[in-house]
C-alpha cells in the first residue's frame, strides 16, 4: 500500500462543482454563462453568401456547458435564448428575437451545452482527446438543429443550407475544439495538483 497521498477523486464532477455549493452560486453561473455567450456572440464576422456569421459564441456554449454540467448549461442557454428573444442584443451582432434564419443554431447551442454537460459528467474534459471528442459532438448538435432550421427559415435547399450554414464553418470549429482541448484538461491538471 503506498504512503502517498492521492488527488482527490473528481470524477462525477464539472468545474463548477468545485466552487462551494449554493443557490446563489448556481445562479450566477447560470446568468454568467448566459453573459459570457452573449460577449462572445458579440465576436462576429460576416460569411459571405451567408445569413450566419461565424462568432465566438459556439465556443462559449460548449465551455459553458462544460463547466456548468447539463442542468446548469441548460438553464444557460435558455436564459440566453429567452432574452434574446424578449428583446436583449446578445445574440450575434447585436441582434435579438427569434424571427432571425440563424435562430435554430441558438435552439441548437441549448442542447448541445446539455450534452457536452453530461459528457463533462463522467471525465469527458479530462483529456485532449475526450475534450475534443465531446466538443465536435456538441458542435454537430448545434448544426443538427440549425442547418435544417435555417433551410426552413429561408427556403433553401438542403444542400444551399448545408454550403451557407455548415461547410464555411468548419475549420473555425476545429480551431475552437481544439482550444478547449487545451483549455479544460489543463484546468483539471492545476486543480487537481
Known amino acids: ?15 463548477a462543482d468545485l466552487i462551494p455549493a449554493s443557490r446563489v452560486r448556481d445562479l450566477a453561473l447560470v446568468v454568467g454563462g448566459a453573459a459570457l ?4 456572440a458579440q465576436i462576429a464576422v460576416p460569411v459571405p453568401g451567408s445569413p450566419v456569421p461565424v462568432t465566438g459564441q459556439t465556443l462559449a456554449v460548449l465551455l459553458v456547458g462544460t463547466a456548468l454540467g447539463a442542468g446548469r448549461g441548460f438553464l444557460s442557454l435558455a436564459l440566453y435564448a429567452l432574452a434574446g428573444i424578449a428583446g436583449v442584443p446578445w445574440f450575434a451582432e447585436g441582434t435579438s428575437g427569434a424571427a432571425a434564419p440563424s435562430f435554430g443554431y441558438i435552439l441548437g447551442m441549448i442542447l448541445a451545452s446539455t450534452v457536452v454537460g453530461a459528457l463533462a459528467r463522467r471525465g469527458a474534459d479530462r483529456t485532449a482527446l475526450r475534450t475534443v471528442g465531446a466538443m465536435l459532438l ?11 432550421y435555417l433551410a426552413l427559415a ?3 435547399s438542403a444542400s444551399a443550407a448545408i454550403a451557407a450554414g455548415l461547410t464555411p464553418f468548419l475549420i473555425g470549429d476545429a480551431l475552437k ?3 478547449a482541448m487545451g483549455a479544460l484538461p489543463t484546468a483539471w491538471k492545476l486543480i487537481n495538483r
Do not use: N, Q
Open 1 to 15: 500500500m503506498s504512503t502517498a497521498a492521492a488527488a482527490p477523486a473528481r470524477t462525477g464532477l464539472v468545474l
Open 37 to 40: 455567450t452573449g460577449l462572445a
Open 138 to 148: 456538441g458542435e454537430a448538435v448545434i448544426y443538427a438543429v440549425g442547418v435544417p
Open 154 to 156: 429561408t427556403g433553401m
Open 177 to 179: 475544439a481544439a482550444l
